[in-house]
């Protein structure tokens, strides 16, 4: 599985971004599409992720309210819309796939096999 990233940018303190992550290959029921984000010097921290089968999706506390993941099927893609976005959403984005994926590891870096490029997210006035 191959992913690509891309959608970032500078943005204003309150205002939107939309993420997309297309997938290439082959993909099971269990197959799941999550964002991560990343800044320098700090650990990677999980955003929301969301699997096919079943359509179950989790956030991070950081995200509910204010990101809303969401995927076309056909497409093998997910969507990550921001917004209210804060200066301390600032960071790598990263997008990651997984086809076995298990739903109570749905939040965990080390449970997918699959990472695209990062994509860089900049809020600021």
């Known amino acids: 599985v191959q992913l690509q990233a891309s959608g970032g940018g500078l943005v204003l303190p309150g205002g939107s971004l939309r993420l997309s992550c297309a997938a290439s290959?082959?993909?099971?029921?269990?197959?799941?599409m999550g964002w991560f984000r990343q800044v320098p010097g700090k650990e990677r921290e999980f955003v929301a992720a969301t699997r096919w089968g079943g359509g179950s999706t989790v956030y991070a506390d950081s995200a509910k309210g204010r990101f809303t993941i969401s995927r076309d099927n056909t497409k093998k893609t997910v969507y990550l819309q921001m917004n209210s976005l804060k200066p301390e959403d600032t960071a790598v984005y990263y997008c990651a796939a997984d086809n076995t994926m298990i739903l109570s590891s749905m939040g965990t870096g080390s449970a997918y096999d699959y990472w695209g490029q990062g994509t860089l997210v900049t809020v600021s006035s």
């Open positions: 290959g082959q993909t099971s029921y269990r197959f799941t």
